[in-house]
C-alpha cells in the first residue's frame, strides 16, 4: 500500500475507531437501547450494507475499504440476529405506514455483487435465517469487465496515483487536476464527469497500465456468476438493480439514466428469473437521487430505494429513500455504535446543519446543488459520523 493510501485510510479508521469507543460504551450501560434513543429521532428500520466478504483484500479492494472479513461479517450477523428483528424487503414494501415492522427491525444488503457472498455470507444468511437484499451491476457479472472501481484500485496499487491523474487529465482534456487519493477519485472527481469522460477515463487506466482487460477481470474473479445469481435468487434472496456500470447518477442525462437502470433491470431479471423491484444508488449519496432518477425509478416500478449515508431512518422515512450504514465492526459494542448511536448522531448533526442554514444535508440542498452541476463531494467511503459510501 502507497503512504498516501495508508494516511487517508488511517485517518478514517482512527477517527470511526475513536467515535465507535466513545459511543460503543453505551454498550455496557443498563438499558442501553434505551440511551440511544436520547441521540436523535425514533430508529425504525435499521438498513446494513456490506460489500465484500473476505479474509484478504486483494489489488482490485485495498483502499476501497469495502472488505469485511468472514470473521466480522459473522460476528455482526450474530449480534443482528442476538438484538435485532430481521426482515426481508417483502415486509418493508408492505410497511405502508412505517409502524408494521417488528421491533428493532434491520434489513441486510450487499452491494456491488462480489463472488465472495456467495462463497460464504450468503449462506452464513440462510443458516441464521437473514433475509437479505444484493444489489448486482450487469456490467461485472460472469467477470466480462472490472468495476471502474476495482479497476482504479488496482491501477493505483500496482502503478500509483501518478497513473490514475494521468487518465484523469486525459478523460477532461485538462493538466489541473491533482487527485491525492482513493477518496479523491471517487468522492469528487467520478461523481463530477460524464458517462463519456468515465469511459475516456477507464480507457486511458488501461492503456497507461498496459492492462488486457477482459484477462485481468477473468483472472481477478471478484464477481458472481449468472449462475451464482440464479443460486441466491433459488434462496429466495432479493435481487436488485445497482445500475449497469456501477455509475454516479448525479451526471447522467434522462436518457442515460433509463439506460443504466433499465438494461441492469432486464438483465437481472432474465439471468435469475425474479423481479427487480429495489434499486441501491450507487455510491450511496443523496446528491446522485436527482430529479430525473427519482422520476425514472417511479416510472419504472421500483418499490424501494437506497442510500448509504449512514443515518437513522425514521418512522415516517419513506421507502424512497432509505438510508443505510456500512458495517465494519466486529465487537458487540462497535456493532451497538455503528447501528444504533452513530446513525442518530448523523440524523442530529444535519438536522442541526440544515436548521441553521449553514447545512449541505437534505433532500432540497442536495437537489439544487445538482441542477447547478456544482462540484460535490459524496460522502467519505468508510468515515466515522461523516458518513457512508457504498
Ligand atoms: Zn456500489
Known sequence: MSPLFATTRNKVSSRRAVLNLAAGTL????????????????????CVLFHDV?????????????????KNFEAALKFITNHYTPVGLQDVIADSDGRALPPRPVLVTFDDAYASVSGFAAPLCSTLGVPAVFFVNGECLDNRRLALDNLVCYVANVCGMGTINAAAQAACGTHDIDLGSLAQVFSHFLPTISLHAREVFRSSLVE???????????EAGLYLS?????????????IGDHTYTHTSCR????????????????????VSGRKVRSFSVPYGSSADLTTNLVAHLHRSGYEAVFLAEGCANSLRAHRSRLDRVSIKASSDSALFSEIEVLPRLRTLRNWVLDSTNFGTHG????????????????????????????
Open 27 to 46: 454498550w455496557y450501560a443498563p438499558g442501553s437501547f434505551r440511551i440511544a434513543r436520547m441521540f436523535g429521532p425514533r430508529y425504525s428500520l435499521r
Open 54 to 70: 473476505s479474509d484478504t483484500e486483494s489489488s482490485f479492494t485495498r483502499g476501497l475499504g469495502g472488505t469485511i472479513t468472514r
Open 226 to 238: 449468472s449462475q451464482q445469481l440464479r443460486d441466491l435468487a433459488a434462496f429466495n434472496f432479493e
Open 208 to 218: 497507461l497500465a498496459r492492462i488486457s482487460e477482459g484477462d485481468l477481470a477473468a
Open 251 to 270: 451526471s447522467l442525462s434522462v436518457e442515460e439514466v433509463a439506460d443504466e437502470i433499465d438494461r441492469n433491470k432486464a438483465m437481472l431479471e432474465a
Open 363 to 390: 433532500k432540497n440542498s442536495d437537489l439544487r446543488k445538482t441542477r447547478s452541476g456544482t462540484l460535490q463531494c459524496a460522502p467519505e467511503k468508510g468515515a466515522g459520523i461523516s458518513g457512508e459510501r457504498n
